[in-house]
Nanobody, 128 residues
C-alpha cells in the first residue's frame, strides 16, 4: 500500500511558476512509475506527465511540453512537478499517482486506469 500526499498548489498569475510535490509513504517507492494528472470541473481527468521508476524516461502531454518538468527523488520518496510559464488553462486540481511496475525500470503509462494509487489532489489556479 502506498499513500500519496500532494502539496505546493496555490494561486499564481499567468506566466508564473509553481512546484508541486508528492510525498509517498512506504519503502517501495522506487517500484512505482509516477504520474501527474489534472482535472477541471465537468471534465475528465487528463494525463499531464509521467516518469519511470529509474527516472530514465519521462513523457509529457503536448499541452505542457516545454513548460512542465517532472522529476523524482527515490531517497526522499517524492515526485515533483515544476510548472513554468503557467497559463489560465492550466487551472485544475492536480493529482499524483503511482503505477506498480515490476517488469521494467524504464516503463511508464499515460493511462489513468494503469495507476494503482492516487493522492487527494492539490488545487492550482492561474489568473489572467
Amino acid at each position: 500500500q502506498v499513500q500519496l500526499v500532494e502539496s505546493g498548489g496555490g494561486l499564481v498569475q499567468a506566466g508564473g511558476s509553481l512546484r508541486l510535490s508528492c510525498a509517498a509513504s512506504g519503502r517501495t517507492f522506487s517500484s512505482y512509475a509516477m504520474g501527474w494528472f489534472r482535472q477541471t470541473p465537468g471534465k475528465e481527468r487528463e494525463f499531464v506527465t509521467a516518469i519511470s521508476r529509474s527516472a530514465a524516461r519521462t513523457y509529457y502531454a503536448d499541452s505542457v511540453k516545454g513548460r512542465f518538468t517532472i522529476s523524482r527523488d527515490n531517497v526522499k520518496n517524492t515526485v515533483y512537478l515544476q510548472m513554468n510559464s503557467l497559463k489560465p488553462e492550466d487551472t485544475a486540481v492536480y493529482y499524483c499517482a503511482a503505477d506498480l511496475i515490476y517488469y521494467s525500470s524504464s516503463a511508464y503509462s499515460v493511462r489513468e486506469s494503469d495507476y494503482d494509487y492516487w493522492g487527494q489532489g492539490t488545487q492550482v489556479t492561474v489568473s489572467s
